[in-house]
């Protein structure tokens, strides 16, 4: 999350190209850590949604605005986000206007807004 904020708030336009070129080692450990929890199918830590979850997602979602494709080299990170964002209570949420509108970590770049990260589109 660190890398992403600094991302966001200081260097995105320079930095988003060698981010996302790296971005695929940096999400290998949270990949691992659902391999650990029941082959991937489960949550994090534990057989419940926890914290851990929410905030994992959040991340995993905000880079997913920004790089639609970003988790594809991780299948069992992919079906994560699916499997948590279907659930009923979080999938309204996420399809509220408070969920649609909210920028991406806290920067001036909405959610409503996607580019690939060799892309030219503005955010």
Do not use: W
Request: glycine share 6%; with cysteine.
């Amino acid at each position: 999350r660190r890398h992403c904020g600094r991302l966001i708030h200081h260097n995105y336009e320079e930095g988003k190209a060698k981010y996302f070129q790296e971005l695929p080692e940096r999400l290998k450990p949270f990949e691992n850590l659902l391999v650990q929890n029941q082959g991937g199918q489960a949550f994090i830590v534990g057989d419940q949604i926890s914290f851990a979850d929410y905030n994992l997602l959040d991340l995993l979602l905000n880079h997913q605005v920004l790089a639609p494709s970003c988790l594809d080299s991780h299948p069992l990170l992919l079906a994560y986000v699916a499997r948590l964002s279907a659930r009923p209570k979080l999938k309204a949420y996420l399809a509220s206007p408070e969920h649609v509108n909210r920028p991406v970590h806290g920067a001036q770049k909405a959610r409503a807004c996607s580019a690939s990260p060799g892309g030219t589109d503005a955010l």
